[in-house]
């Protein structure tokens, strides 16, 4: 893979402790229920990335339709009621806590100096995707966040290869780590953290929010 080397700073912000601890957090269910066919919200303890686990309504509940959620709820509607799963763990080796770090340092990010191309209409775009859903599709993920892409990490000198589902999984490698996020309203969601993407030539560009000289550039490579 080619490699563009700039001097960079790693400002870490955040406590690695509290975002990629040893022990996986368990999945939270929750119930929740369009009454008299109304739209409903039901908060979640924590953000996750949500399933439903069973549909409990002969009402058809389908995401981007009658359900859909964000970091804060679940919210049903046209008579949706199921059981949903948020899924707060997050898996990967345990054994080296080094290892550990170097992985959250990937998605938390270098400074790399350099222009972005954004991609100004992504937020219009979806309209033209026979995906989307409606205006409370906050699970929705463009095309061009799908697939796999490499980046390199100059603090840590290691590669990274960044994978994106259609379903809005999202999974981080290195070595013999792996982080888990998602995709949420058009950003990365890795644990208590958010990042906006941005489109760009090469791939994509994650830049942290709160904290924008935390960027990180990936290259698509399928």
């Known amino acids: 893979m080619e490699r563009t080397r700039t001097n960079a700073v790693l400002p870490v912000c955040l406590a690695f402790a509290s975002l990629w601890s040893l022990d996986a957090l368990a999945d939270d269910t929750l119930t929740c229920e369009s009454r008299n ?3 409903q919200t039901c908060p979640i303890s ?8 069973r549909q409990l309504s002969s009402t058809s509940c389908r995401q981007g339709r009658t359900w859909d959620y964000n970091r804060r709820e679940i919210w049903v509607d046209d ?3 199921a059981t949903f799963r948020v899924h707060t763990g997050s ?10 770090k170097v992985a959250a340092g990937v998605l938390i990010g270098a400074a790399i100096l350099g222009a972005i191309a954004h991609n100004a209409n992504k937020k219009d775009d979806k309209y033209d995707d026979t995906r989307y859903q409606g205006a409370r599709h906050s699970s929705y993920v463009p095309s061009w966040m799908v697939g796999t892409f490499e980046g390199y990490n100059t603090v840590y ?11 809005g999984r999202a999974t981080a490698r ?5 982080i ?13 953290t958010v990042f906006d993407i941005d489109q760009s030539r090469e791939g994509l560009v994650t830049s942290q929010v709160g904290d924008r000289q ?8 399928r």
Do not use: K
Not at 91 to 100: E, F, I, K, T, V
Not at 174 to 178: A, E, G, L, P, V
Not at 214 to 221: A, G, K, L
């Open 79 to 81: 008579g949706c009621r």
């Open 174 to 178: 290195t070595r013999d780590q792996t």
């Open 91 to 100: 898996s990967g080796h345990d054994d080296d806590d080094h290892d550990a």
């Open 46 to 53: 924590r953000a996750g990335y949500v399933t439903l686990e």
């Open 37 to 39: 066919d109304r739209y």
């Open 180 to 192: 888990n996020g998602w995709i949420n309203d058009g950003r990365l969601n890795v644990g208590d």
């Open 157 to 167: 000198d290691r590669d990274v290869t960044l994978t994106i589902a259609d379903d």
């Open 214 to 221: 935390n960027e990180v550039r990936y290259r698509r490579v």
